[in-house]
């Protein structure tokens, strides 16, 4: 079976931009999270989808914002982009039962400047 | 929210040591998993292990639940083993908190 597959790797963007990330979770897996990594904060949960829907939010605020397809990819926006909303996003996919066993991807490095 | 804690939060072994891992959380939870982040970024899933033991390899894992704390046992660490191991539980479904991670360099 495939991993969890992030697009793109890397990102550079520059102050006021929005960015669009993408997901492909393991096959069969319906539950996609995304985290978010820097230095500072460490690994901060941002929102977790199942079956299209929102189940699951974190403290950001509301630049950041996701969705899932029917095929369970995911893909998270952050728009008016901040020197701060530099960091490591990661995605994790899961079966989507109650705290299940998390297989995350690569992440994708986005640099804002 | 849930706080979990990591400790040590740096550990410097020479290669063939032994190494324990600690990871404390302050309320119940119904799952408990370990990662190893390697220098590429990439998250491994060492252990799903919310009570009990668990072996795989060189590596173990024990999580007392009653007493929320969860230990990870390197054996005979090799110079791959290095990187970071994060610690993480959940409460709910779809969302984990995790603790600061503990970098874990091996030297040969």
């Known amino acids: 079976k495939a991993g969890v597959t992030q697009t793109p790797r890397y990102l550079i963007k520059t102050r006021g931009q929005q960015v669009t990330l993408s997901c492909s979770p393991i096959s069969g897996h319906r539950s996609v999270s995304w985290y978010q990594q820097t230095p500072g904060q460490g690994l901060q949960f941002l929102f977790e989808?199942?079956?299209?829907?929102?189940?699951n939010k974190g403290n950001f605020p509301g630049r950041f914002s996701g969705r899932q397809f029917s095929n369970s990819r995911s893909e998270m926006n952050v728009s008016t982009l901040e020197l701060g909303d530099s960091a490591l996003y990661l995605c994790?996919?899961?079966?989507?039962?109650?705290?299940?066993?998390?297989?995350f991807g690569s992440g994708t490095q986005l640099s804002v400047l | 929210g849930i706080q979990v804690e990591q400790s040590p939060p740096d550990l410097i072994l020479q290669e063939g040591a032994n190494s324990t891992l600690r990871c404390n959380f302050s309320d119940s939870v119904n799952n408990l998993q370990w990662f190893h982040q390697n220098p590429w970024g990439q998250l491994i899933n060492l252990f799903y292990?919310?009570?009990g033991t668990k072996q795989n390899g060189r590596l173990s894992a024990t999580t007392v639940a009653t007493e929320r704390y969860s230990l990870l046992y390197i054996s005979s660490s090799q110079t791959t083993d290095s990187g970071v191991y994060f610690c993480?539980?959940?409460?709910?479904?779809?969302?984990?908190?995790f603790g600061d991670g503990t970098t874990l360099t091996v030297k040969p």
């Open positions: 993480a539980v959940g409460t709910n479904a779809g969302k984990s908190t």
């Open positions: 994790a996919s899961s079966l989507g039962g109650q705290g299940e066993k998390l297989f």
């Open positions: 292990i919310p009570s």
């Open positions: 989808y199942f079956s299209e829907t929102q189940r």
